[in-house]
């Protein structure tokens, strides 16, 4: 499937801004399951180009002139592949396995959490990976504006409610819980048939015989050609596509609009 993708991101502040820093990791690279068919990056000054410790492409901003807006935005094509199970078409990668076992403040599991996978004591095919991810969904609906970038599996669990973030978030605390490794995945989706679209998050779960197996808790299915991998972290914080600080701006508003369509090759 081709995916042709658009982001852009805008920041208002109710003062100048005197200086600014941005981490954007808003572009893809190319994988043996996604091939990176064009990317174009605009912003309001140089980007520094560099690769992190996951392999995720980062582009620096440093702004060091007053400005009451920053905006940046992507596009491109990307070209994607249908998993069998969601299966990625890769080894275990760069970092050892183990470093996507350890909890972070984001997965740290509660007694909830842990009551939950051990439901799923001995998972180790796709199938019943899928059947963790209907359990959750089972124990929470999706709602946006309850949680936040900050909110942990455990506080999204407890609340009942969440976005993709808190499902991937928690996929991943009960599999670690279980001693799988799994690792946080940013990027996005062409929705199709389902309701929540474009930017989007779930989980890389490692299985053995299966290896790497891409899961959307939020939709509970595989992740496959109508997703369009971003950056991979053992959480949202090492994954997020913008992070940053600024010194000065007063009130803050952001505004974000992506899109995102498919298209199969004929």
Not at 40 to 51: H, M, Q, T, V, Y
Not at 64 to 71: A, G, K, N, V
Not at 176 to 182: E, I
Request: glycine share 10%; with cysteine; proline share 5%.
């Amino acid at each position: 499937m081709r995916m042709s993708i658009r982001h852009v991101t805008s920041y208002r502040y109710d003062s100048p801004v005197q200086y600014s820093i941005q981490q954007l990791r808003l572009v893809p690279v190319s994988t043996p399951s996604q091939v990176v068919v064009d990317w174009d990056f605009s912003a309001p000054g140089k980007l520094d180009a560099s690769i992190d410790a996951y392999g995720n492409t980062v582009r620096t901003l440093v702004l060091m002139r007053p400005t009451t807006e920053i905006s940046f935005a992507v596009r491109g094509e990307v070209d994607t592949t249908p998993l069998r199970d969601g299966r990625l078409l890769e080894g275990p990668g760069r970092i050892p396995l183990e470093h996507f076992t350890c909890a972070t403040r984001l997965t740290e599991p509660d007694d909830a959490i842990r009551a939950l996978a051990s439901r799923f004591d001995g998972l180790d095919t796709p199938a019943r990976l899928l059947d963790l991810a209907a359990a959750i969904g089972e124990r929470m609906a999706y709602q946006p504006g309850i949680t936040e970038v900050g909110s942990t599996a455990a506080q999204a669990l407890a609340l009942g409610q969440g976005v993709c973030q808190d499902y991937a978030h928690l996929l991943i605390a009960c599999c670690r819980t279980l001693g799988l490794p799994a690792r946080y995945v940013s990027g996005y989706i062409d929705a199709g048939d389902v309701s929540q679209a474009a930017s989007h998050a779930w989980a890389d779960v490692w299985l053995g015989d299966s290896g790497w197996v891409s899961v959307d808790a939020l939709h509970a299915r595989f992740a496959s050609e109508h997703y369009c991998r971003i950056a991979v972290g053992r959480d949202y914080d090492a994954a997020a596509p913008v992070r940053g600080m600024r010194v000065g701006g007063g009130g803050e508003s952001m505004a974000v609009d992506v899109s995102v369509g498919g298209r199969c090759d004929q």
